[in-house]
T-cell receptor, first 111, second 116 residues
Framework: TQLLEQSPQFLSIQEGENLTVYCNSS?????LQWYRQEPGEGPVLLVT?????EVKKLKRLTFQFGDARKDSSLHITAAQPGDTGLYLC???????????FGTGTRLQVFP | GAVVSQHPSRVICKSGTSVKIECRSL??????MFWYRQFPKQSLMLMAT?????????EQGVEKDKFLINHASLTLSTLTVTSAHPEDSSFYIC????????????FGPGTRLTVL
């Protein structure tokens, strides 16, 4: 089974702090998505990165796809309580419809 | 755009009964739909992939006779948990993807199944 390992598994921080979540694999992906999931709800797509080395910004969130397309990172600046949730990366391969989901990072931001 | 609904959001049933969960794409045609299961505090586990008008492809270890999937139209897929048992209790989530969505999947809000 191909795995996407996320680190850290859990993160508990104060409002205003910065953080980075990592998503690593030994496999190469055609694209990679980041989702955020709140308790009792389905994941919500945040961003898709396609090109190796690509950087995308979504307000306080910065996403980067590794040059070799095997890894990605999510950086949040000045975290807010509304950022609390489960962050999931998911990689796509060229020859399949399926997404391979990461192990997840549970973020809690305290006011 | 890209809204997916699921019904019911929550169901409690007795052991031995069957439960049907519906997944609908509301504003796009879903060429492919996916069914996932999620255990508490864990990531998503893909159960099966279905394309409209064809049989679903199940992941290894998922019993196709227990988890019946029907994808009868481009906007509707159903998952039926047959003869449910307490170990089937879980959070079931569907996702859908249209032709214009590259590899992105759009998720429904999930269904919490509790089998007594």
């Amino acid at each position: 089974t191909q795995l996407l390992e996320q680190s850290p598994q859990f993160l508990s921080i104060q409002e205003g702090e910065n953080l980075t979540v990592y998503c690593n694999s030994s496999s190469v992906f055609s694209s990679l998505q980041w989702y955020r999931q709140e308790p009792g709800e389905g994941p919500v797509l945040l961003v898709t990165v396609v090109t190796g080395g690509e950087v995308k910004k979504l307000k306080r969130l910065t996403f980067q796809f590794g040059d070799a397309r095997k890894d990605s990172s999510l950086h949040i600046t000045a975290a807010q309580p509304g950022d609390t949730g489960l962050y999931l990366c998911a990689g796509a391969k060229w020859n399949t419809d399926k997404l391979i989901f990461g192990t997840g990072t549970r973020l809690q931001v305290f006011p | 755009g890209a809204v997916v609904s699921q019904h019911p959001s929550r169901v409690i049933c007795k052991s031995g009964t069957s439960v049907k969960i519906e997944c609908r794409s509301l504003d796009f045609q879903a060429t492919t739909m996916f069914w996932y299961r999620q255990f508490p505090k864990q990531s998503l586990m893909l159960m099966a992939t279905s394309n409209e008008g064809s049989k679903a492809t199940y992941e290894q270890g998922v019993e196709k006779d227990k988890f019946l999937i029907n994808h009868a139209s481009l906007t509707l897929s159903t998952l039926t948990v047959t003869s449910a048992h307490p170990e089937d209790s879980s959070f079931y989530i569907c996702s859908a993807r249209g032709l214009a969505h590259y590899n992105e999947q759009f998720f429904g809000p999930g269904t919490r199944l509790t089998v007594l």
